[in-house]
């Protein structure tokens, strides 16, 4: 028979001659390209070399039997993939319950019906082609994922500068005394359109980096505490203009080496959300180390999510269509989350009952760091709003609340909270702003928090 490149190639492996010729011969006849061979050391050496498409083993052969020559295959990159079918004399369950178990996908027993042998050749030759479609076509949509991931990635970056300058100039335009009255709606209209779109571009970025493999994670030595209570004193501002009781609860023992930017980022958006949706009640951070886990749990007494949309919540562009939030956000935040959470090995889950609000807990597999637990985390009381004091004479919350609008370029608020004080230090903040010198800001509040540590 001319072997051609299609043609199926099978190796059998049998020690007792009269079964081996008959095998090759009905194979054969098939049309398969058949290579017979009467051990186990031979059959491993043909098999390496040039690996079949499927293989007909014998049990019992002298030296090596066909359970070690299965499990050699199974082990080994090269021939990990290719269907073994035992055909053996032995009758015991416990036989063919261990050819299964070292690898083998089915089992023939002598003496054997040809027709039968032939049926299941044909059958398993056809799944293992079958399976390789599905490989290659699982590996093509994964290329095609990564080159959409990377293009994405590389798009939102160009659209960045632009935007930023069309945000940076209708700000500018919004602010000059000379527009007339009837321009200002549209002109801040202009920006915040810009900057809800740039939310939107960092968030496609931020998704496209991740699943492109671009995501790091950077572990350092990181005091949970502390960030958890800096991240949920950053809300405390639109905490308290929405009424709502914000606390936080942080008992860990010891720093850890996690990376404290994606941890931030996964407790700004638990954190946002429950701040967004709940009207009345209460916002509530939980966070404590045990086990090896860090675990997280954000809960609130807002809307609540039901059952069926539980899961659906955490794929990208998802909102749920609930008044007043609709339109609020692009449904991005939660399916950031987990992605992040996953890269980093660790789980969220949610509790949820309608109306009665949600708690999402976050479960990552982190290492202690070994560093003493340092006197300073003490510094803002845990779980205690009220113990957090004033800072040059602005109350702290105010402070996050103006660091958090000026990192996100958010100009409205940050001339907002601007306006609640009427000296020459925030007149000098707002010429900042009005010039985009945001890292300016930024220093300031820097100082204003250094100033704060020397005089305790
Ligand atoms: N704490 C919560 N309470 C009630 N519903 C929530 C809560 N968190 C998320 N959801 C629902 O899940 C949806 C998806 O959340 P996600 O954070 O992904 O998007 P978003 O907040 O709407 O927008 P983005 O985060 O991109 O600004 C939300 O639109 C909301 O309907
Ligand atoms: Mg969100």
């Not at 086990?291 to 039901?306: F, H, R, T």
């Not at 907002?416 to 707002?430: G, I, K, P, R």
Request: proline share 4%.
């Amino acid at each position: 028979m001319i072997e051609q490149e299609t043609t199926p190639r099978l190796l059998i492996v049998d020690d007792t001659p009269a079964n081996l010729n008959l095998l090759e011969e009905i194979l054969s006849k098939e049309n398969y390209a058949v290579r017979a061979l009467p051990s186990g050391k031979l059959a491993l050496r043909a098999a390496f070399a040039k690996p079949p498409d499927l293989i007909l083993l014998d049990i019992k052969m002298p030296n090596m039997d066909g359970y070690e020559v299965c499990t050699q295959l199974k082990a080994d990159e090269r021939t990990r993939d290719i269907p073994i079918l035992f055909i053996s004399a032995l009758q015991e369950v416990d036989d063919k319950v261990r050819a299964f178990e070292v690898g083998g996908v089915d089992y023939i027993s002598k003496p054997f019906q040809v027709e039968e042998v032939l049926a299941r050749v044909r059958t398993h030759l056809q799944m293992r082609t079958l399976q390789q479609k599905l490989s290659t076509a699982k590996q093509q949509a994964e290329n095609a994922n990564h080159i959409k991931s990377v293009f994405l990635a590389s798009v939102s970056n160009e659209l960045r500068d632009p935007l930023n300058s069309i945000i940076g100039f209708a700000q500018v335009l919004a602010s000059a005394e000379q527009l007339p009255a009837d321009l200002r709606p549209p002109t801040q209209h202009i920006q915040s359109s810009g900057e809800h779109l740039l939310t939107l571009i960092n968030n496609v970025l931020d998704l496209s980096k991740i699943e492109s493999g671009e995501m790091e994670i950077v572990l350092d030595t990181v005091d949970v505490n502390a960030l958890v209570q800096e991240i949920t004193t950053i809300f405390a501002w639109q905490a308290e203009q929405k009424s709502l009781a914000l606390s936080c609860h942080t008992s860990l023992q010891t720093y850890l080496y996690a990376d404290p930017k994606r941890l931030r980022q996964v407790l700004l958006n638990l954190l946002s959300n429950a701040i967004k949706f709940t009207a009345t009640g209460h916002v509530s951070v939980y966070a404590d180390y045990q086990d090896g886990y860090l675990n997280l749990c954000v809960e609130d007494s807002g809307q609540g999510i039901s059952t069926e949309q539980q899961q659906e919540i955490f794929k990208p562009f998802t909102q749920l269509n609930v008044d007043p939030y609709k339109n609020q956000g692009i449904g991005l935040g939660l399916s950031i989350t987990r992605k992040i959470i996953t890269h980093m090995n660790g789980d969220i889950g949610l509790n949820s009952d309608l109306g009665k609000g949600c708690r999402f807990q976050v479960k990552i597999p982190l290492e202690p760091a070994n560093i003493p637990y340092s006197k300073g985390i003490e510094k803002l009381a845990v779980g205690d709003m009220q113990a957090i004091s004033v800072i040059n004479n602005y109350p702290l919350v105010w402070l996050a609340a103006l660091e958090q609008a000026v990192s996100l370029g958010e100009s409205e608020q940050i001339t907002d909270l601007l306006a609640h004080y009427d000296n020459e230090e925030m007149t000098q903040l707002q010429a900042w702003a009005n010039q985009y010198a945001y890292q300016r800001i930024l220093k300031w509040i820097a100082q204003a928090h250094l100033n704060a540590e020397h005089s305790r």
